[in-house]
C-alpha cells in the first residue's frame, strides 16, 4: 500500500492529478475447483523449472550461493548476511517460513515466476483482489496466465463473472480505446491545437 501511496502522491508535484495514473501490477492467476487443487497446479508448475537454472535464481535472490544447501530440507537459519538486496533476501525468507518450503521448492518458485500471484478459486482471488482494490494497493491489475488457452479460459469464465457480480470489473466497454477503458483524459497535444 505504501508503494502506491508514495507514487500517486508524488503526482501533484509535478503537475499531475493522482487518478490520471493507474497503479496495474502484473499478477499471476492459478484457478482450481478447491484452493488446494490451485495451489497443486501451481505446485505442478513449479516443479518444471529445471533446478540448476532454479538454485541459481535462489542464489541471486538470497544473494549467497545455495547450491550447496540439501535441497530437500528447509532453508539453513545461518545464512550469512550480504550487501545484496535486503528486502529480496527478506522476501525469500518469509516465502520459506510462510509456505514451509524446501530449498527445491523455493529455488523452483524463484526460478519460474516469483511475483504477484492469486492461487485459488475464482471466490477466494476475488477476496483478495478486492482487498488489493479496497485499500488502494492497486488501481487494477495485469493478468499473468500460467498456461494457455486454459489460464485464460479459467479468469474469463470462472474469475471475471465474480468480479462483475462484486462491481469490481466491468461488464460493458463504454470507449474505444485503452485509455477511455481507463477514464484516462486525453492531454493536450503540445505541438498541435
Known sequence: ???????KGRMPAVGRDPT???ILPAAMIVIGETVEDAKAKRAKLDSLVHYDSAIASLSIALG???????PDAPLPDNIPDTNASKS?????????EQEKLTVRQLAQRYGGYAGLAFIGMPETISDEMETWLIEQAADGFTCVFPFLPQGLDDVTEKLLPELQRRGLFRRDYEGSTLREHLSLPRPANRFFA
Open 88 to 96: 529480496g533476501r527478506a522476501q525469500v525468507l518469509r516465502l520459506a
Open 20 to 22: 490520471h495514473l493507474k
Open 1 to 7: 500500500m505504501w508503494v502506491y501511496a508514495d507514487i
Open 64 to 70: 549467497h550461493d545455495a547450491s550447496g544447501f540439501d
